[in-house]
């Protein structure tokens, strides 16, 4: 039997890495054996990243053999809430040795309410099921001017490039420059 990536490294310490921006205030942290979650909301005072959330998540437990369809689970929940939603795989492949994937999903309007949104969700597989997703939420908007959107995209992109999975041992220059930092 095949282990996924991370596995056979179960006594390594595995952790997910990256800064949060300033201007941005945890609002949500719940931490249990088999799952963890940490919610940060950009302050108001933020004017530039005003209406949004980052999430990290961490799964503990059996882990998926379909990172693919995994993530498409996770965000059928909150695409039902959303009228003419498009997912779009931005990433897929292996990051710091991890399987990654990357997807952003756009939600023109969502229903009764005048916003609809961008999401960036990164899923990692690695000694767990690691989540990371950065939600911002935007006027609503026609679907054929979502080219508009391109400059909150390239911005968001930049910062969910930040989060990666990092073991101890690891040697990749990313990983080595966060534990130098520690």
Not at 36 to 42: G, M, N, Q, R, S
Not at 110 to 136: C, H, M, N, W
Not at 152 to 159: A, E, R, S
Request: charged share 20%; proline share 5%.
């Amino acid at each position: 039997m095949s282990s996924q990536p991370g596995q056979a490294a179960g006594a390594e310490r595995v952790r997910l890495i990256g800064a949060v921006p300033s201007g941005f205030e945890r609002t949500q942290q719940l931490h249990f054996e088999h799952f963890k979650v940490d919610e940060y909301t950009a302050s108001e005072r933020q004017e530039s990243v005003k209406n949004t959330r980052i999430r990290l998540e961490q799964h503990r437990g059996s882990l998926p053999l379909d990172l693919a369809d995994t993530l498409k689970h996770y965000e059928s929940a909150n695409m039902a809430r959303c009228q003419a939603p498009d997912l779009t795989t931005i990433f897929s492949g292996l990051e710091q040795g991890y399987q990654t994937l990357v997807m952003l999903t756009v939600c023109p309007k969502r229903p009764s309410l005048a916003t609809g949104y961008l999401r960036f969700t990164k899923a990692i597989l690695a000694d767990a099921l690691y989540f990371v997703e950065i939600e911002q939420q935007v006027p609503h908007f026609n679907p054929a001017e979502a080219e508009s959107l391109h400059e909150t995209v390239v911005f968001w992109t930049d910062l969910l490039k930040q989060f990666i999975v990092c073991s101890e041992n690891s040697v990749t220059p990313a990983c080595l420059t966060v534990s130098a930092d520690d």
